[in-house]
């Protein structure tokens, strides 16, 4: 069974912004983001790496969510979030979430949903051979206020000896 990858809004920012959307179909293939999470960063909301993210779903490296999704979930996270866990929910054995905020993670984990986020992908570039330095990708998001924790930017980088 083929895994469905679903993407967030702050992961596709982070990797807009160090030239990462062109990673996704060699690590992951296919990745789908819900309409919401489009509307949240297309187009003129002023989204850090909004024209990256416009051209990565032009060439397909991101695919919206062809179908509804059906609400089964009622919390207060963003709607883009929800739409993801509520994507994943309907998918539950075959779905992997990107998404970084905190709340959204949590809410995945609590409802038995595997998620990663923007460090995790750079560190798996990284080890694909597809960036010659995770530091470097670490560097530009500190630079741009993209929030990381230092001890998760740190346990990266040391699983890709850096």
Known sequence: MSRIVVIDASPLIGLAMVDGLKWLPDIFGTVFL???????????????GEEAIAHAINVGWLTVWPEPIEPRLDIDLDA??????NLGLSHA????LIMDERA?????????LPVIGTAAIIGQAKKQGLIVSARVAFEVLHASDFRISAAVINQVLLSVNE
Do not use: M, W
Not at 104 to 112: L, S, Y
């Open 34 to 48: 819900p309409e919401t999470v489009k509307q949240e960063v297309l187009p003129g909301k002023a989204a850090r």
């Open 80 to 85: 883009g979030e929800t739409d993801c866990i």
């Open 93 to 96: 054995d075959e779905v992997l």
């Open 104 to 112: 959204g993670r949590a809410v995945a984990k609590e409802k038995g």
